[in-house]
């Protein structure tokens, strides 16, 4: 067999530079690939409350005629639920966690009067009750001032008999965004797409 030679021809100067660096801009690039995904669930889920859960397609149940009435006689009007305050959308956040990312409330957060943000999340997303609890003079009077504001009859259960029944409905706000915007097919075409840009087609496109 007769003598043979190998002729390199192509940048490969820029080759050796774009692999010696491929490691440390590939993790970069995946960090930011997943930051950017979870900002994007953050909006669905701020968006999905602002909705009514209309955008993840299941809206949420409606306020009762009692919630209603005391709305308008504080002054905070709306019938949209979850958004009476903003708190509840504004806790939503995105964490740097264990080498991955977190979406949704965290446990330290606090939600009016002090109660755990992630525990008025939970409440939301899967309801609760009913529980019952012994109405106060004064919770009568206020109760049935609202309710005579708002033309509604008041006396009769859940009022009526002392008693106060206090059942929250499931509203889930997290769980439909994830099922309908982070189904696995388009995170993962969406993080690729990402980290191709972030790479400026060094590596082609996904």
């Given amino acids: ?30 960090e930011r690939a997943i930051l950017k995904e979870a900002h994007y669930l953050r909006g669905k889920m701020v968006q999905n409350i602002t909705s009514g859960g209309a955008l993840a397609g299941k809206p949420f149940a409606p306020l009762s005629p009692m919630t209603l009435a005391v709305r308008q006689f504080t002054g905070r009007g709306g019938s949209k639920p979850l958004i ?16 991955g990312v977190f979406v949704g409330i965290k446990r330290s957060g606090k939600g009016k009067g002090g109660a755990g943000g992630s525990n008025l999340a939970e409440l939301h997303e899967f309801g609760g009750g009913p529980w019952t609890r012994p109405m106060t003079d004064k919770q009568r009077r206020f109760l049935a001032a609202a309710a005579r504001n708002a033309g509604i009859p008041f006396g009769d259960p859940p009022q009526g008999g002392g008693v106060l029944k206090i059942r929250i409905p499931a509203r889930p706000f997290i769980q439909p965004v994830v099922d309908q915007f982070a189904r696995g097919e388009d995170v993962k075409k969406r993080f690729w797409n990402e980290v191709a840009r972030a790479m400026g087609g060094d590596f082609g496109t996904p």
């Fill in 84 to 99: 009476v305050t903003g708190g509840l959308r504004n806790a939503i956040t995105v964490l740097k966690v264990n080498g």
């Fill in 1 to 30: 067999m007769g003598d043979f030679g190998v002729k390199l021809t192509g940048d490969w100067e820029r080759a050796a530079q774009i692999t010696q660096r491929m490691n440390d801009r590939f993790d970069q690039a995946a």
